[in-house]
């Protein structure tokens, strides 16, 4: 950010500070109402709406007045924190008075508080749960009542530039002193923190970081170093997805920065280089304060399109007092796309990175701290899962390589801790190079859908219940997509099955085929004698002497099992997994006990399992075994 826009952002917010601070101190006391939520959002000024930059003073009069609308909308929600000997801010989320506050605010769960309204009435209250890797803690008014709250945006949709608004109580609560309020720009965004230029100070800590909406985006969490720009917030998205943990007044992470914020993709390591920073060694600014320098090494790395890569720059002074490191990637035409500090747990940094483009890729090790010399070790892994790259109309699920019968428990498996499965598709021209507002129509057994991708060129939606029968997908013409099963936020679950789903067992002996068999496995049918409250259904077929048989068992809806008996020997042959993954296949030469009515069971492998299913019967002339020769 040049220091014109950093000059600006700090005018409007004196600007805004001082109208605010006028306005409500003459707030009547007693306990403030619960705000009516508005019937839509507000409509935004130009220059918010842009992301853009004040160039007058009546840009900055139009932000001063809708900064004033979203404070009339979200100061009843902003609370003090007194903690023990320690004092912070918080924010009302939930109307039985739930606070979204910083991790070490609200410290060990179980704590007696206070909680300071803001016309300073103090209500009891606990500390529930933190997370003390990413600073998150949540606490609880015990007094019973209606209170004041607020939406929480998504974090997830914040874009670089955009305007925010940062309310707190610098120093702790006063009375006849309002939240402060500061007014800047995002810097940097990710799902372990967000950067702000709003300044904070001790006090600060807990505070909530709004949307020009109004809604919740951000936790405050500490200052990041002496500069202006160095200030961090703890996303939203945390706060929602660990909501239960928090609520249940669990503490997990550790201490603020000694654990890893960014999780490896895992696979192998492909690259890995032991160096050091020296004093010879080139300088750029440094990444903690622009007035000083840092020493720089740069590496060039070949990325391959869908390929997961795991960055670690990892410090030789496990203390960080000599070396802290940062990390930077720049893409092949020289755009910086990542950086990041702590992301493998101080000293350490981290970057996952999927790439979308083939190319040499310029990774940058330098410090964070000024001026620091020492040991560093670079590696690089590439993750055991890739990306799959398709045009035309795509078959969604052969390509991510899960069988449809598996689909139903995954997405239970996967919804039980909170991590909804979607599917991930990143739409590129003939150059490589996303494609934003491409149209990708994704169709199902009973519906479809047309999407745009975002200026990422990704398009993501859920893997539903009932939407994953024949999924398929179109892509525009002269384009290709990358595509793989994600989280919510797109980062790829690496969902690996025992085998590939596509892998035969079993060569088929092939020949015509004589019998074919449509059925479908129900709540009526008995269970199956040996797979335990599996349902089955029995077809009889005679077998002759002298042939060769292909029996192939398939379903899209269960994980099928086959076997073959008569009253003569009992069980002849059983298949699992022959045909590939979930479906079943024998081939078998009949002998003479074995040839003549047999019976076909067709059940599940496991217990519930019902659906549609085909038993295809092929039949050739048997081999004939060659002649052994007569041992003289």
Not at 30 to 42: H, L, S
Not at 232 to 237: A, E, F, L
Not at 293 to 313: A, E, Q
Not at 518 to 527: E, L, Q, R, V
Request: aromatic share 8%.
């Amino acid at each position: 950010m040049t220091h014109s826009r950093r000059w600006l952002a700090y005018v409007a917010s004196l600007l805004v500070s001082g109208f605010l601070y006028m306005g409500f101190v003459a707030a009547e006391p007693g306990e403030p109402k619960t705000p009516a939520q508005p019937a839509q959002d507000f409509e935004l000024p130009k220059v918010l709406k842009e992301h853009g930059s004040p160039a007058t003073v009546e840009e900055l009069r139009a932000i001063e007045k809708h900064v004033q609308k979203v404070l009339d909308k979200v100061m009843p929600a902003v609370v003090g924190l007194r903690v023990g000997p320690g004092q912070g801010s918080g924010v009302i989320v939930k109307e039985d008075g739930f606070i979204l506050t910083a991790g070490h605010v609200s410290g060990t769960p179980n704590q007696n508080a206070q909680v300071v309204m803001p016309n300073g009435k103090v209500h009891k209250g606990k500390s529930l749960g933190k997370n003390g890797g990413i600073d998150s803690g949540m606490m609880k008014i015990l007094d019973e009542g209606k209170y004041p709250h607020l939406e929480m945006g998504k974090s997830s949709d914040l874009k670089v530039g955009q305007w925010v608004v940062a309310i707190g109580h610098p120093g702790g609560f006063r009375p006849n002193r309002t939240p402060v309020v500061r007014v800047g720009r995002i810097l940097v965004v990710n799902q372990f923190l967000i950067r702000t230029d709003c300044t904070l100070v001790g006090g600060d800590s807990g505070g909530p970081l709004f949307d020009m909406q109004g809604r919740v985006i951000g936790i405050h969490s500490r200052i990041g170093g002496l500069a202006i720009t160095e200030n961090i917030h703890v996303p939203i998205d945390t706060f929602v997805q660990t909501w239960d943990k928090l609520a249940k007044g669990e503490a997990w992470g550790g201490q603020l920065g000694q654990t890893e914020n960014v999780k490896g993709a895992g696979g192998k390591v492909v690259f890995e280089k032991k160096d050091s920073f020296t004093k010879e060694d080139p300088t750029d600014v440094s990444p903690k304060d622009q007035t000083q320098n840092s020493h720089f090494k740069p590496y060039t790395f070949r990325m391959k399109p869908g390929h997961t890569y795991t960055i670690d720059l990892i410090s030789g002074d496990k203390g960080g007092k000599k070396l802290d490191t940062f990390l930077k990637l720049q893409h092949p035409d020289g755009k910086q796309i990542a950086e990041d500090d702590d992301g493998g747990g101080f000293p350490h940094s981290r970057i996952v990175y999927k790439a979308i483009v083939e190319g040499d890729y310029k990774i940058i090790a330098t410090s964070f701290e000024p001026n620091q010399t020492g040991p560093f070790t670079l590696k690089i892994s590439d993750a055991d899962f890739v990306d799959a790259i398709v045009s035309g109309k795509v078959d969604v699920l052969r390509t991510i390589k899960m069988p449809q019968p598996a689909v139903m428990t995954q997405i239970e498996k996967f919804d039980a801790v909170k991590v909804p499965l979607h599917i991930n598709a990143i739409v590129v021209d003939a150059k490589g190079q996303p494609l934003a507002n491409a149209e990708l129509t994704v169709t199902w057994e009973k519906g479809s859908k047309t999407f745009k991708s975002n200026n990422d060129g990704v398009v993501r939606w859920p893997l539903a219940k009932d939407k994953y029968r024949k999924l398929a997908m179109a892509l525009p013409a002269d384009t290709k997509a990358l595509v793989a099963l994600t989280d919510a936020q797109g980062q790829s679950i690496g969902l690996k099955f025992l085998q590939d789903p596509a892998e035969e067992k079993v060569k088929s002996a092939g020949g015509k085929v004589v019998k074919t068999f449509n059925g479908t496995i129900a709540k009526t049918d008995p269970f199956d004698v040996e797979k335990e409250k599996c349902f089955r259904h029995i077809h009889e077929f005679k077998f002759e002497v002298g042939k060769t048989y292909t029996l192939d068992l398939v379903s899209d809806d269960f994980d099928a099992y086959l076997r073959v008996e008569n009253d003569d020997k009992g069980k002849i042959a059983e298949d699992d997994d022959g045909a590939g993954w979930l479906n079943s296949r024998i081939v078998f030469t009949p002998k003479e006990n074995e040839a003549g009515i047999c019976r076909l069971v067709v059940t599940t492998c496991d217990p519930g399992q019902m659906g549609v299913y085909r038993l295809t019967i092929r039949e050739t002339e048997a081999k004939k075994a060659e002649p052994k020769e007569e041992k003289k």
